[in-house]
């Protein structure tokens, strides 16, 4: 099959919807199949250049951006008539056309431009429909309120699938805007199996930050995000520095909000700076060292559709004390793989003081019931196939009559 996903960007610090589309186009193409992606990038950025899936960027080359047209609003949704223009002529080649993420141009466009040429595309809505951002951003969900009215809710009423990773993804999916027309599925989503020399991965990591060497270290991986709840974390983390003295906090990811300085200087007002460290982005060898070096993996996010590097740490026995806004909470506390809590400083407090008081060999079986966990659940090696055999059968439908309510 020739497989087309279309997203904003390929840029891998977008975190999980592109780190998804990578892996299952791993999956697929170890297969035999043809995946390929069409973006709103520019041609000349580096993560197209080093993009592991061939990538069609459709953007304007990065030189003719500049600091102005970038805070214009079309240009920030990411207007560019090249992309339509494209599909139009192309989109009759693949077989599967799968768009992943809303409120950017690549939802709308493909949109209209398959209804035009009467070919059937799914969506992933990646956890754009949480309920969760309305709140938090109340200005921006008047206006998305607004868009969706006019334009967006049809990019899901004429989709021939709806594609959620976690039924709590789909409920929730729901309750934030209307009118919602959708052809749900909920489908195995998760992460490829690790493989390399542990002794070897841990040694990158350990080359990354030194200072974190022969300490035991609890490991959060993912953008530095306000969503991500890192000061919360922090405060959790102060409260019970004396009491773990050998403890410390790993906070590896991009900060692609700009936010980082203010966590570091409130790590410094809690006096507990000398014991967080900030490497950045992770990737390859060290990434996965992050993991084996950890005790233990947190992620005290406000909001979290998924969590693909919840199921890495799964996948690498390590346990995981996540809030119960991280979307698979409940398989993760029905598994045994972690310790869930909500979303304030008491909690991830508790929870911290409760990971930390166990023993290594409880932990050790907290892990080995994740590892289980990831198998039967977020192995994507099986969920990727059975995904493709559903939108096949799916594509091969004759075209579907719109309900006027979610199924």
């Known amino acids: 099959m ?22 299952s186009a791993q999956v697929w193409s170890s297969h035999g199949h043809d995946v390929q992606i069409a973006s709103l990038d520019s041609p000349d950025a580096e993560w ?34 090249r992309f339509p223009q494209w599909l139009r002529a192309n989109a009759a080649n693949f077989d599967v ?11 709308l466009s493909t949109s209209r431009a398959l209804r035009r040429l009467n070919l059937p595309y799914f969506v992933f809505t990646h956890g754009m429909l949480d309920p969760w951002f309305n709140k938090a951003y109340p200005v921006k969900h008047f206006l998305k309120a607004l868009f969706w009215k006019l334009f967006e809710h049809k990019v899901l009423r004429d989709a021939r699938g709806v594609l959620f990773t976690c039924e709590e ?4 999916a729901r309750q934030s805007f209307a009118p919602y027309i959708a052809r749900e599925y909920v489908v195995g989503y998760g992460t490829t199996d690790v493989s390399g ?43 019970h520095a004396d009491t773990f003295p050998d403890l410390d906090l790993v906070i590896a990811g991009p900060d692609l909000a700009g936010i980082q300085k203010s966590l570091m200087d409130l790590s410094s007002n809690l006096g507990i700076a000398a014991r967080v460290h900030w490497p950045g982005m992770l990737t390859g060898a060290a990434k996965w060292g992050a993991f084996r070096a950890a005790e233990f993996f947190v992620l005290p996010s406000h909001q979290e559709n998924f969590g693909v590097v919840v199921a890495e740490a799964m996948a690498l026995s390590r346990p995981v004390l996540i809030t ?36 290594p060999s409880q932990r050790g079986e907290i892990g080995r019931k994740g590892r289980l966990g990831f198998l039967n659940r977020y192995n994507l090696e099986d969920n990727a196939m059975q995904l493709l055999s559903l939108l096949d059968r799916l594509s091969a439908r004759a075209p579907l009559e719109l309900s006027n309510k979610a199924r």
């Open 48 to 81: 197209v250049i080093s993009s592991p899936v061939k990538t069609i960027a459709l953007g304007s080359p990065t030189r003719s951006q500049s600091r102005l047209r970038k805070l214009l609003p079309w240009v920030r949704y990411g207007y560019t008539p």
């Open 169 to 172: 993804e789909r409920r929730m």
């Open 197 to 239: 020399d542990p002794g070897e991965q841990v040694a990158a990591f350990f080359s990354e930050v030194p200072k974190a060497t022969g300490r035991r270290i609890a490991l959060f991986l993912s953008r530095i995000d306000e969503k991500k709840g890192i000061d919360l974390l922090l405060t959790a983390f102060a409260r």
């Open 324 to 359: 119960n806004k991280v979307n698979i909470w409940r398989e993760v506390e029905l598994d045994g793989a972690g310790i869930v809590v909500d979303d304030n400083a008491e909690a991830i407090a508790a929870g911290l003081q409760e990971m930390c008081s166990l023993s």
């Open 2 to 23: 020739k497989v087309l996903h279309v997203i904003a960007s390929v840029d891998p610090r977008g975190g999980g919807p592109i780190e998804g589309v990578f892996k």
């Open 97 to 107: 056309v799968i768009v992943n993420g809303l409120w950017n141009y690549t939802s």
